[in-house]
């Protein structure tokens, strides 16, 4: 198994991609920690998922904006299974509003859940993976927003730009200790937050159109790289983006 024994915690954990990565993961061996914030009942549905596979998991209700409650999820992480190895930065989201139109309490918050929470996991992930000795990968649920313009919804493409920076700069002070960070950037991909468009046929006609493959990313396949990734096959990878968008950044304008 490619992650046999190795522990990998997930925010946002119980839905969309997060909760591919997390079978993805189980299924190649890891053990899971599954962080959410809401929705209980579905982190518990999926940890039963896992071990009826044969898989180990655990869910941590941890409020990813808060250093605190990050700090705590680390710490769950090692007590339960004895170390980290993996940590995935998954939870995010956006409320589409453009320059004129955002307010302080909506850039607040879409900066805390998708880059504040993203920076203070990689903190004390960062510093857990020092104290352990022999290094430790952080891999970020980017977006192809985070290079690639999309207006009228510009707090979340700075957040995203942001997370580009985190991965580079973040990894290049790290890569001392034997941490590396690397943020997975996926397009269009059919999850809840998207359900405004794939829920609009025409929508959706027009958007596949748009990517070059002709079809929306499923989460497995965002959950299939991350598998990849994690399993050190590509250990001389850090401070770099890998993009899973069907082509669409290279031949159209922001959707």
């Not at 808060?66 to 940590?87: C, H, K, N, P």
């Not at 707090?155 to 991965?167: E, H, N, Q, V």
Request: net charge negative; glycine share 12%.
């Amino acid at each position: 198994m490619l992650l046999d024994g190795k522990t990998i915690v997930v925010t946002g954990g119980n839905s969309g991609i997060g909760e591919q990565i997390c079978i993805a993961a189980a299924s190649e061996g890891a053990n899971i920690v599954i962080d959410y914030v809401a929705h209980a009942d579905a982190t518990d549905a999926l940890i039963a998922r896992i071990e009826e596979a044969g898989g180990k998991a655990v869910g941590v209700d941890a409020d990813i904006t808060s250093a605190g409650d990050l700090a705590t999820m680390i710490e769950t992480a090692v007590s339960r299974f004895g170390r980290l190895d993996v940590l995935v930065n998954n939870a995010g989201m956006e409320d589409r509003k453009s320059l004129l139109e955002e307010t302080e309490e909506g850039y607040d918050r879409v900066m805390a859940v998708n880059m504040k929470s993203a920076f203070f996991a990689t903190q004390h992930a960062a510093k857990q993976f020092i104290a352990q000795g022999d290094g430790g990968l952080v891999l970020n649920i980017s977006s192809v927003h985070e290079d690639w313009p999309m207006p009228g919804n510009l707090a979340y493409c700075i957040s995203k730009g942001g997370m580009r920076m985190l991965a580079r700069s973040g990894g290049v002070e790290l890569g001392p200790h034997g941490v590396r960070i690397v943020n997975i950037a996926p397009g269009a991909v059919d999850t809840p937050i998207n359900t405004a468009t794939t829920s609009d046929e025409d929508k959706l006609r027009k958007l596949d159109a748009a990517i070059p493959l002709g079809r929306l990313a499923e989460p497995e396949d965002i959950a299939d790289v991350v598998v990849f990734l994690a399993s050190g096959k590509a250990s001389y990878m850090t401070s770099t983006t890998v993009t899973i968008d069907g082509g669409i950044s290279q031949g159209s304008v922001g959707l």
